[in-house]
């Protein structure tokens, strides 16, 4: 996995986004599209956002391998989210740093 960001300025083709379809919790599915990855304590992360609403914030799962699949799951752990959430505010504003 990459820390990548997809945008504007890439050099590469996004025709094929990774889309995933996420139920909420009120049971409704939205059509998730990868953004972003990052690792921190040997484990990765995807930032995901709406497909059909961009503005909205993104969501960050952790990635396990289930066999030779990769699998998106939820954070649970009220430490390890913390921990993902300073590494992602970190890497954020270095690009924002960045431009």
Request: net charge negative; no cysteine; proline share 2%.
């Given at each position: 996995m990459s820390d990548h960001v997809h945008d504007e300025n890439c050099e590469?083709?996004?025709?094929?986004?990774?889309?995933f379809i996420v139920t909420d919790e009120d049971g409704k599915e939205h059509e998730?599209?990868?953004?972003?990855t990052f690792e921190t304590n040997d484990r990765a992360y995807a930032v995901l956002l709406d497909r059909?609403?961009?503005?909205?914030?993104?969501?960050?799962?952790?990635v396990?391998?289930?066999?030779?699949?990769e699998v998106l799951v939820?954070?649970?752990?009220?430490?390890?989210?913390?921990?993902v959430?300073?590494?992602y505010e970190e890497l954020a504003?270095?690009?924002?740093?960045?431009g």
């Open positions: 590469h083709d996004h025709d094929e986004e990774a889309v998730m599209v990868l953004v972003y059909n609403d961009p503005e909205d914030d993104g969501v960050i799962f952790r396990e391998e289930e066999g030779e699949d939820n954070i649970e752990d009220d430490q390890e989210w913390e921990t959430m300073k590494v504003a270095q690009e924002n740093e960045n």
